[in-house]
């Protein structure tokens, strides 16, 4: 390969890789999950089946909490006061479990995709 040829390839990279949309940048449905020292709210939330979504996690309480679900495998650890999201995949219709893995004692909620 030249010298010239190595350049002009990282270049196009580069470009092609600017105009991709980050995920957190795209829209998706949006849903608010709030936790407060082991109680989780909404305790049922009702998604899209067949389409991506976006989970926004707020921990509203004193302690730290951490969002997983084992079906999903997806979790989440946030400090007192912190916030952040979770996209998902398209989820086939059904019931999927989620906890707060820090407060056990808790009922589980869950996540619908109709």
Do not use: W
């Not at 989970?55 to 084992?70: A, D, K, V």
């Not at 006061?81 to 893995?101: E, Q, T």
Request: no cysteine; glycine share 4%.
């Amino acid at each position: 390969m030249s010298q010239l040829a190595f350049p002009s390839f990282l270049a196009g990279f580069v470009l092609v890789a600017a105009t991709l949309p980050a995920a957190a940048d795209q829209e998706y449905p949006t849903f608010e999950v709030h936790f407060s020292n082991g109680i989780v709210s909404p305790s049922v939330i009702e998604v899209p089946a067949n389409s991506r979504f976006k989970l926004e996690l707020r921990n509203e309480g004193s302690t730290p909490i951490e969002f997983e679900s084992t079906a999903l495998r997806k979790e989440k650890v946030l400090a007192p006061g912190a916030s952040s999201f979770i996209v998902f995949h398209p989820l086939d219709p059904g019931n999927y479990a989620f906890f707060d893995d820090f407060h056990l004692d808790m009922p589980p909620a869950r996540i619908v995709a109709r």
